[in-house]
DNA sequence: TTTTATAATGAAAACGTTATCATGAAATCC
DNA sequence: GGATTTCATGATAACGTTTTCATTATAAAA
């Protein structure tokens, strides 16, 4: 590959004006730059974005980093592409970091985007005390976290009214009818998991309805979870009528174990899961679920981040996007 | 960030000895490694990947380059997967490029990757001929394909048998008595979609069943394509009594537009998709589907790519494994 | 004409590594 | 005891950029 120096060298000149001429900064003969030009051409010159970086902090190397807990979960690949075609028109690319909800995987790439000097780094931290993230953070890099936040920093943030979200849902369970709701939870160290229970609560507790512990199922947010904790919902002596679920993969394991129960949906059982996917209507039976602006939450950050990255003194903003509750035929 | 000379001034040593230490080369007292080994602890030093990778192209920066057509397909998230649990066991992070099925996109992206001195790229390439590429592979760069090749280049590549497993998707169809057998494509640019018509039109012709030119239909791989062209098939005088669809976006859009229609699946007509997918099952009516293995497809590129970043020379593999199609209800 | 801007360019430092060479001291060999 | 090897270390070039400073030549101002 072609560097600066053959340039140089081709059109007779110093690497200092071809860099003029490559940021057209400071002035430079029309010949000359012409000269370069062609060089550039001819050799198919393409700048190291390696050498960029390493040279200053100060000029962008046009690198983002996202760090994302399950890319399994579509959600986060919505919001992923909402990064990216943001990204893509501003030019930048992103290294992508999906940590598989391990905080030891976490913490790993978080070094790595450290020493890769990125320009910024959009977020979904493990849990809402990460030190490491923290501490990147205070140190000067622009961040800006999605889906959760970061206790007690100063961060930009991009997230859902998540109780709201879950009142909604539930309450359109009462409104149907249904006493016996149950709520399987994703990891309680997440944020939103939490939020979640807390619209769960509100909602029975407006209606009157008492709380069943039993009812409550804490898991690990995946599928496998879904599948194991409604089996055990569906084997208590009384089961639910109807389950909430906290977010897309365990609503899809909750209806597999439906399903294997032969329960039939909602005459038996109701459903309504947290998050929208685009074959939720192509589900059996087609489902009822609170839907995130996930595609919009991954545009929102990026933009913030690229604000913050070329104005880094901005007050920090918190954005809190609406749910919206699309009733299908699980319920 | 405390660079190799903080820990050389604080050490009281060279930068040299402090190389020595890090990658231990060359020899060093022990008493010197000990204060440098500390001094690295209290200035928490992280070697920049980005001073290393500028450095030298003959000392492995550890980056990876993975470039995909289309995020929001889950083969390609459990492709991704796949590589980057070996990537992550072997020290390698990856900036991971979608280009969502847009040339112009992959080809920034082949640009930024170059540019980045990635050690090795994975790469699901828009087409066979793709000049860029072909180019990068013979300056050097370690590639492997993965579900797509790279006509006439020597290259490893990762890929399932398509047209077997269409073959037996459609042979299926056959023998549980259906006969007008449409197939919705995706992108007739991509290998994959050909073989699998391939394998279409071989299970019709093994079994005397004449080919019905409008009842094969060529779309984009997504899921509107899907979508659009089933609706196109249900709207024929003579509809299909059966539908194999060529991935699984397209698999979810036929769907959707067999359900709008009030059709009984597979009463009024079956259908069977390539690509399973996790809630397969969870589907109405739970799918009947190739499977192809993509985690380990992923895992097996990143096997073969590490392979080839060591030891340069070695022959090209071509990798080719099986599908399975899992019969559920849909037919 | 002398001074002063301005345009056009180059030299060189810096970023944080790795790797080569050089140097001195201690240890081993014959 | 001189020659040679090994150990321990440092100086420095190189990777490909950006940026500061210096230098010349020319044009404008006095």
Redesign the pocket.
């Known amino acids: ?1 072609a ?3 053959d340039i140089a060298r081709r059109a ?6 071809v ?2 001429v ?2 057209n ?5 029309e010949a ?1 730059r012409a000269r370069i030009l062609k060089a550039i051409k001819d050799l198919k ?1 393409q ?2 974005r390696v ?2 970086r ?3 902090k ?2 962008s190397s046009n690198l983002l980093g996202v760090l994302i807990p399950d890319i399994q979960n579509p959600f986060y690949v919505d919001v992923l592409r909402g990064i990216e075609d943001i990204a893509y028109t501003n030019n930048y690319a992103i290294i992508m970091c999906n940590y598989s909800q391990d905080e030891k995987k976490e913490k790993l790439y978080l070094e790595i985007l450290q020493s890769e000097a990125i320009d910024g780094l959009i977020a979904a931290p493990a849990n809402e005390q990460d030190v490491q993230l923290k501490k990147m953070v205070r140190e000067g890099l622009p961040v800006v976290c999605v889906d959760r936040g970061l206790q007690d920093e100063d961060v930009d943030i991009v997230v859902v009214d998540n109780r709201e979200g879950a009142f909604k849902a539930v309450e359109h369970l009462i409104k149907l009818g249904r006493r016996r709701i149950a709520y399987i939870s994703g990891l309680q160290t997440i944020p939103s998991s939490r939020y979640r229970e807390k619209g769960y609560l509100d909602a029975l507790s407006s209606y009157q309805i008492p709380v069943v512990p039993e009812l409550i199922k804490h898991g690990d947010s995946k599928y496998e979870g879904g599948l194991v904790l409604c089996e055990e919902l569906l084997n208590l002596p009384e089961p639910p009528d109807a389950v909430f679920t906290g977010n897309n993969l365990i609503t899809l394991g909750a209806l597999e174990s439906i399903h294997k129960h032969q329960l039939r949906i909602p005459d038996d059982i109701a459903i309504v899961g947290f998050d929208d996917m685009i074959w939720s209507s192509s589900l059996n039976p087609s489902l009822t679920a609170v839907r995130q602006p996930a595609y919009d939450i991954g545009q929102r950050a990026c933009e913030l981040l690229l604000q913050r990255i070329s104005e880094p003194g901005r007050a920090c903003i918190k954005m809190i996007l609406k749910t919206e509750l699309i009733v299908r035929r699980s319920t």
Chains 1, 2 share one sequence.
């Open positions: 590959m560097s600066m120096n007779g000149v110093s690497i200092a004006t860099s003029r490559l940021n900064s400071g002035s430079v003969n000359t010159y700048p190291s050498a960029k390493l040279r200053s100060s000029v």
